[in-house]
């Protein structure tokens, strides 16, 4: 094979892993946060990229045989980064619902209106949800949830070849499976405070009722700050382990979808 088959040989499959694992970069956990500066980005892209393909080519693509031209190349490139977009959407639901049961708690708690910019996700947030969302994106990286994404994008290889990937109804699954375990976890977040508030609420009913001298509005609003941020000091560590699960929960869905892929 002459220099110039090598060249083109490797080049379209080298540029379809960075491709791939550029989907990350786009909505994945910390590689997708607006605070990293978009050069930067692509400049990793193409590092992690170049730096996997040797390793991939000499263990999956020898024979592989991928005919490229203009009309294919735009529709092959969408499909590669569709697969690191989708790990890296899947990735950070754990942390979106944790945050979303950070920002009900607030709601309860009366801190609705104490909202300001949080440029990890690129939107407003409240004191809970931030508060929750940086122990939660703590977590992730500890348990390296960073490398667990990079590692599914190249464990993809081994299943679905450059070119080779096809869009079926198993995504849609995935991501309705990820999105309701996400929102389960916002609700066990927040039950246990969205319980005690509502006790504390009915508590704060009859003592209006049996002694109306009392200024329930002064009182109830100061009481319930303090009986939620009680609440959620104590419930660190039970929502600790929550995260830890839910995103050993989403490592092992995005695994298995992988295999799933290579199957067909």
Avoid: C
């Amino acid at each position: 094979m002459s220099q110039f088959d090598l060249i083109e040989f490797h080049l379209p499959l080298a540029l379809l892993v960075v491709f791939r694992i550029g989907g990350l970069m786009i909505y994945g956990p910390v590689f997708g946060s607006p605070i990293i500066p978009v050069r930067i980005k692509v400049l990793l892209t193409f590092f992690i990229g170049l730096s996997a393909y040797p390793l991939l080519a000499s263990a999956h693509f020898t024979g592989l045989e991928l005919q490229l031209n203009l009309w294919m190349l735009g529709p092959i490139i969408l499909l590669e980064m569709f697969i690191g977009l989708t790990i890296g959407f899947a990735a950070s639901l754990p942390l979106v619902g944790v945050q979303t049961g950070g920002l009900v708690m607030g709601q309860q708690m009366g801190l609705g209106f104490a909202q300001f910019y949080n440029p990890a996700v690129d939107d407003e947030a409240d004191v809970v949800g931030q508060m929750l969302f940086f122990m939660g994106l703590a977590g992730f990286l500890l348990i390296g949830g960073h490398e667990a994404m990079v590692l599914a994008v190249l464990h993809s290889f081994e299943h679905v070849p450059p070119g080779g990937v096809v869009v079926d109804t198993d995504v849609i699954a995935l991501l309705t499976g990820l999105l309701l375990a996400a929102f389960e976890l916002a609700l066990r977040v927040a039950t246990p405070l969205l319980a005690l508030i509502f006790l504390q609420s009915i508590a704060m009913g009859f003592i209006s009722k049996t002694v109306p001298q009392l200024n329930i509005l002064s009182l109830g609003f100061p009481l319930r700050i303090l009986v939620g941020f009680l609440i959620v000091a104590l419930g660190l560590v039970i929502i600790n382990e929550l995260i830890m699960e839910s995103m050993d929960e989403m490592v092992g869905m995005i695994f298995g979808w992988i295999e799933s892929m290579g199957m067909k």
